[in-house]
């Protein structure tokens, strides 16, 4: 056999760079970066909507119970959940009740209460008819990751269960533990959802002259005094009177319009933005 080095055979070196080579294989495969993101679920896979927050929903005691399993790294926005009968819906809903949350800065939202692991959501229901009812409802919400510092956009589920209306024995057994207290966010949005048009517009125009006191409305006083400025020395009080409603309810217009719009996507703007 011919000597490649001096006591080193040709088919010794190449067994040598076989296992050389073989090792380097292997420890490429163990370090691999990409090897977490296949099939085995690793630290760094992102997970689908309804592997992170796995809904589980069912009639109790003529309520409507959704329940949250959370995977580790993920949480809930308490805000984010609603449970609602659609509008051809024979029945009548309560107010959602959910358990206070964990307080969290978020860096989309600031501080705000979050959960963890588990999340409970129950819905009150009125108005049923004798014999199991089918009813859909939509339930929203929305979450985020810890791991991978996503964002996930709101979700909408409907479902469908069938209700059956209760005794006043079988109310009487629901422990109040099962409603605990509601913020004081929920109730007013509680409130102007179920009053009429007249009151709805008077507590607006309340909570419109509170705002009027707030430091947010500071800017706009020198941007008015500048327009009455404008006109000259020779404008009028009732003029400037007329020019200050003017520009106040082109304001409150605008900002009545923005607001019904994102009311009416149902989530926060600066988030999906």
């Not at 008077?202 to 800017?219: I, M, S």
């Amino acid at each position: 056999m011919i000597k490649f080095f001096p006591g080193i055979r040709v088919n010794t070196l190449s067994s040598l760079l076989f296992i050389s080579l073989l090792m380097l294989v292997q420890t490429a495969q163990a370090t691999n970066p990409f090897q977490s993101m296949g099939g085995g679920g690793g630290a760094d896979e992102i997970l689908d909507v309804d592997q992170a927050f796995m809904l589980d929903t069912r009639a109790e005691n003529g309520r409507v119970v959704a329940r949250w399993e959370i995977a580790d790294g993920h949480y809930l926005y308490r805000d984010k959940i609603q449970i609602m009968a659609e509008d051809s819906a024979s029945v009548t809903s309560g107010q959602i009740q959910l358990d206070p949350g964990e307080l969290k800065h978020d860096e989309y939202f600031g501080d705000i209460y979050v959960y963890h692991h588990q999340a409970k959501a129950i819905l009150p229901i009125t108005g049923i008819k004798d014999g199991a009812e089918a009813v859909n409802f939509k339930v929203k919400y929305q979450g985020c990751s810890e791991i991978s510092g996503i964002c996930y956009p709101p979700t909408t589920k409907t479902i469908s269960l069938k209700l059956s209306p209760i005794s006043a024995a079988e109310a009487a057994t629901i422990s109040s533990a099962d409603y605990p207290m509601v913020s004081e966010q929920d109730q007013i949005a509680a409130a102007l959802g179920s009053d009429n048009i007249i009151i709805t517009m008077l507590v607006f125009f309340g909570f419109g002259l509170l705002l009027a006191f707030t430091p947010c409305v500071f800017p706009m006083i020198p941007i008015l005094s500048s327009i009455i400025i404008g006109q000259g020395k020779t404008i009028s009080t009732h003029r400037a009177f007329v020019l200050s409603l003017t520009y106040v309810l082109a304001m409150a217009a605008t900002y009545t319009v923005v607001g019904i719009i994102a009311g009416l996507f149902g989530e926060n703007l600066q988030a999906a933005f």
